[in-house]
């Protein structure tokens, strides 16, 4: 890794999420988006079978 590490602090899992999800662009996008969507529609439905 470094050879020095008290001066470079190991980058935190937020860095590595973001600089992971740069890189696979598309495909983390298109995850989030089904995501959200799903959640939503499950959100939904459970509203109009509780109302």
Request: charged share 15%; proline share 6%; aromatic share 6%.
């Amino acid at each position: 890794m470094s050879t020095s590490p008290s001066t470079e602090p190991q980058p935190s899992y937020v860095k590595l999420a973001m600089r992971n999800m740069v890189r696979k662009g598309g495909t983390s996008l298109k995850h989030f988006a089904m995501t959200a969507v799903g959640l939503l529609a499950a959100l939904i439905g459970l509203a109009y079978l509780t109302r």
